[in-house]
T-cell receptor
Framework: DQQVKQNSPSLSVQEGRISILNCDYT??????FLWYKKYPAEGPTFLIS?????DKNEDGRFTVFLNKSAKHLSLHIVPSQPGDSAVYFC????????????FGKGTKLTVNP | NAGVTQTPKFQVLKTGQSMTLQCAQD?????MYWYRQDPGMGLRLIYY???????DKGEVPNGYNVSRLNKREFSLRLESAAPSQTSVYFC??????????????FGQGTRLTVV
């Protein structure tokens, strides 16, 4: 049973436009959410995170939105750049001291020049 | 600053062979993780260690064992490799903070092929 779901395996956008990557979760005990970016043949690198007490967190071109009632989060990249082309993973951590980090299947973003 | 170091980077095994994937971090992190990445499956947690001396199963622990040798090192062992274990393996570590909202840092990965 997948607790973190990224239902779009791929997304293609034009350079300069907005990229929106979506993530849904089923476990209401998740209290911290992260986005990772992964290039081929490299390890994932942390991008941005959000605590469940917030509904938005912004870092430069990247903004994460959290809708707890819908158990949904999204990552917005504005403006998109060709260097943003990568696989993006959504991850979540359970409250209560668990150190488990659960990841989604990822969305491959392609930004076309 | 090396971060999380995994060895080896590539390995080919024959079915039934055993091997140990090594992972070391120099960031004094408490938690360490082993994930595998397969096409279309994302990153799946094999085992994790919340602190030195403790290990717990993740989503896909069958066929693997782990050892948290000390605070720095967390190894993953395949006792009898199977083709289904062909994958890219990632080790990660995460600090203990208050509040406990921190990211995990990943190694570069080990690409394992079992033939």
């Amino acid at each position: 049973d997948q607790q973190v779901k990224q239902n779009s395996p791929s997304l293609s956008v034009q350079e300069g436009r907005i990229s929106i990557l979506n993530c849904d979760y089923t476990n209401s005990m998740f209290d911290y959410f992260l986005w990772y970016k992964k290039y081929p043949a490299e390890g994932p690198t942390f991008l941005i995170s959000i605590s469940s007490i917030k509904d938005k967190n912004e870092d430069g071109r990247f903004t994460v939105f959290l809708n707890k009632s819908a158990k949904h989060l999204s990552l917005h990249i504005v403006p998109s750049q060709p260097g943003d082309s990568a696989v993006y993973f959504c991850a979540a951590r359970t409250q209560g001291g668990s150190e488990k980090l659960v990841f989604g299947k990822g969305t491959k973003l392609t930004v076309n020049p | 600053n090396a971060g999380v170091t995994q060895t080896p980077k590539f390995q080919v095994l024959k079915t039934g062979q055993s091997m140990t994937l090594q992972c070391a971090q120099d960031m004094n992190h408490n938690s360490m993780y082993w994930y595998r990445q397969d096409p279309g499956m994302g990153l799946r947690l094999i085992y994790y260690s919340a602190s030195e001396g403790t290990t717990d199963k993740g989503e896909v622990p069958n066929g693997y064992n782990v050892s948290r040798l000390n605070k720095r090192e967390f190894s993953l062992r395949l006792e009898s490799a199977a083709p289904s274990q062909t994958s890219v393996y990632f080790c990660a570590s995460r600090p203990l903070t208050v509040p406990r909202n921190t990211e995990a840092f990943f190694g570069q990965g080990t690409r394992l092929t079992v033939v």
